[in-house]
């Protein structure tokens, strides 16, 4: 470990190797290397090879040109991709506007209850996708009946349809349903940003007359606005790589028809297989390795793109 | 006078929208609890009452309690998430010292590569983990769950922590090596115990993800022995779809042990959240 002692000329004759430091990152370093980044790397690497006659061959891209190009597979492919994207951007305009509109409410100055409403809000974002899942689909299932209940008494009972059982609105549905569960998380972080803001900043708004709305819309909003991209990019992550929920609520099928399918559940199938369909772990190696790449790319455009043109504000 | 009212409208109509809100959020949770206590008449006749004479009734968690082993899936759960928030806190702030407080050569890199994990999600990396554990023969033991519950929340806690770290007297540390302590001393002496707080949130953040996971559990735990409590709920519902009663009660019992610790912790929750944001 003769890499950890410091290089300064003028000191390394007296400076013995630090030993300590090696043993402090020892374990963290070893840990992480070896359950996360070789696995990580393993899986990329298995996603070059394929079983032929019980032998791992390397067969270069050829299981992404299966995954992308091959009929039997690219339809799912395709289909969980664009439904992951419709889950995405049903969270961007949904979630995160909500989020930050209770955050702003959240962060007036001389608010009761505000612990309350809080803790309350920030409730289901602790609670495990299988418990929120079962929980939604009892409310919305037409045996029970709680749901057509409750919009027979806001006048809107026609409205109600099985919406879970429909191709049609299953996947809206149950993005909301994940929209419910994680609005915790945009509106604590933004709360937390709008409280960072320093109280001249409001003063002097206001002795210029920018009050209210206008107050929101021009003077908080921009400060806010490296959060909303820090949340935005943690909603990408989070839901590119979502399984639980849907699992929960439709499957791993994700039906109807495959109409919830995103990329985490296809992936499920792919490498364990489900009823008549084999597991196979190297073409589950390709649609994680299709799943690290589009996360990796999210995250790149956030890191050098969107990060470096938003404007920070030093207090 | 005009404008005082305006005000008391004002906010009139933010509790209005808040409160509408938390109705929205607790609601659920509220029905679910609140069914899970009464016969299955009392169920599907008056979902949105409370159990009276009647329809009380605790057949759901009868059922529950004699066909699954839910103190065994607690047990685990517990196991799991103590064990992995216990290795993380004290893996992580090691590190966190080393990179804090020590210049070495490699030292940015170090920092940035532990990091990576924080943006890429470890599921990734699922295919091999599963094969790694195969091959170790650690399929099925709740090690497999800790080990990767601990490399997965190893980065975040390393992120924080080093932060809580930097801002820790250097004359206390420097007065500690002047009495000859050693560095493992002053570490474990001196720096753990102000960075305490951090700790906690760090622990909370930790402890989460772990309890409420059905990804890792699925896939390198599934046998009846390991099986947690998110799992476990998971599998036990799906037998029972019809069973409204056992359905309703399995949820509340999964519910309840995290709605007691977040009444407890939700104050160092969000203050762990919202830190730096006070003025």
């Not at chain 1, 109280?199 to 929101?216: I, Y």
């Not at chain 2, 801002?167 to 002496?189: C, H, M, P, W």
């Not at chain 2, 029972?240 to 939700?266: E, G, M």
Request: hydrophobic share 55%; with cysteine.
């Amino acid at each position: 470990m003769t890499t950890l002692d410091t290089p300064e000329p003028d000191i390394v004759a007296k400076r013995p190797v630090r030993w300590h430091i090696a043993v402090f990152l020892l374990p963290a370093v070893l840990v992480y290397t070896a359950v996360m980044i070789i696995p990580l790397f393993d899986t990329l690497r298995l996603s070059l090879f394929r079983v032929v006659d019980g032998q791992s061959v390397f067969v270069g891209l050829d299981n992404f040109r299966t995954v992308f190009g091959d009929p039997l597979w690219s339809a799912s492919f395709w289909n969980a991709l664009r439904n992951n994207i419709l889950f995405f951007l049903i969270h961007m305009v949904v979630q995160n506007p909500i989020g930050i509109a209770l955050a702003a409410l959240l962060s007036l100055p001389v608010l009761r209850f505000r612990g309350f409403y809080r803790t309350a809000i920030f409730l289901p974002t602790i609670l495990s996708f299988v418990i929120v899942g079962f929980v939604w689909k009892l409310i919305l299932s037409p045996i029970w009946g709680v749901a057509p209940f409750l919009l027979d008494i806001v006048g809107m009972k026609a409205f109600f349809a099985p919406w879970l059982g429909r191709p049609g609105s299953a996947l809206i549905t149950v993005s909301l349903v994940s929209v419910w569960q994680n609005i915790g998380i945009p509106m604590m972080l933004i709360y937390a940003a709008l409280l960072s803001i320093p109280d001249e900043v409001l003063e002097a708004a206001e002795c210029d007359g920018v009050t209210g709305w206008s107050q929101f819309f021009k003077i908080k909003l921009p400060l806010i606005l490296p959060t909303i991209g820090i949340v935005s990019i943690l909603t990408f992550v989070g839901n590119f790589n979502a399984f639980d929920l849907i699992y929960t609520m439709q499957g791993a099928i994700a039906g109807p028809n495959y109409s919830t399918d995103i990329l985490g559940t296809l992936l499920y199938r792919t490498f364990f297989g489900f009823q008549l369909q084999l597991g196979d772990p190297n073409m589950g190696a390709a649609i994680a390795t299709a799943m690290f790449f589009i996360i990796l790319a999210g995250v790149c455009l956030y890191l050098f793109v969107i990060q470096r043109r938003i404007r920070r504000y030093q207090f | 006078m005009s404008k005082a009212r305006s005000s008391v409208a004002r906010t009139g109509l933010v509790h209005l929208a808040l409160g509408a809100y938390t109705l929205l959020a607790l609601f659920p949770i509220f029905l679910v609890l609140v069914n899970s206590f009464k016969t299955r008449a009392g169920i599907f006749s008056a979902p949105l009452q409370l159990p009276n004479a009647k329809t009380f009734s605790l057949i759901g968690y009868e059922t529950v309690l004699k066909q699954g082993d839910f103190l065994g899936y607690f047990q685990n759960s517990l196991i799991v998430t103590v064990a992995s928030i216990f290795l993380v806190l004290l893996f992580g702030a090691m590190a966190a010292f080393a990179l804090s407080e020590y210049r070495f050569r490699g030292n940015t890199m170090m920092a940035l590569y532990l990091a990576l994990g924080i943006m890429i999600p470890i599921r990734l990396g699922t295919v091999a983990i599963l094969q790694g554990m195969v091959a170790t023969g650690l399929v099925n033991t709740l090690t497999a769950l800790i080990l990767v519950y601990t490399a997965q929340g190893l980065p975040l806690a390393v992120f924080i922590l080093s932060e809580f770290m930097r801002q820790v007297s250097d004359d206390l540390k420097n007065a500690g090596r002047v009495d000859g302590l050693s560095e493992y001393t002053i570490f474990f002496r001196l720096v753990l115990p102000l960075v305490r707080p951090a700790m906690a949130t760090v622990a909370v953040f930790t402890m989460i993800p772990i309890w409420n996971d059905l990804w890792f559990p699925l896939i390198l735990a599934p046998g009846e022995k390991t099986k947690t409590v998110t799992l476990g709920a998971q599998m036990f519902i799906g037998q029972y779809v019809t069973n409204w009663n056992a359905v309703l009660s399995t949820l509340s019992l999964a519910i309840l042990p995290v709605l007691i610790l977040y009444f407890i912790f939700s104050r160092q929750l969000i203050r762990g959240i919202t830190a730096g944001a006070v003025k």
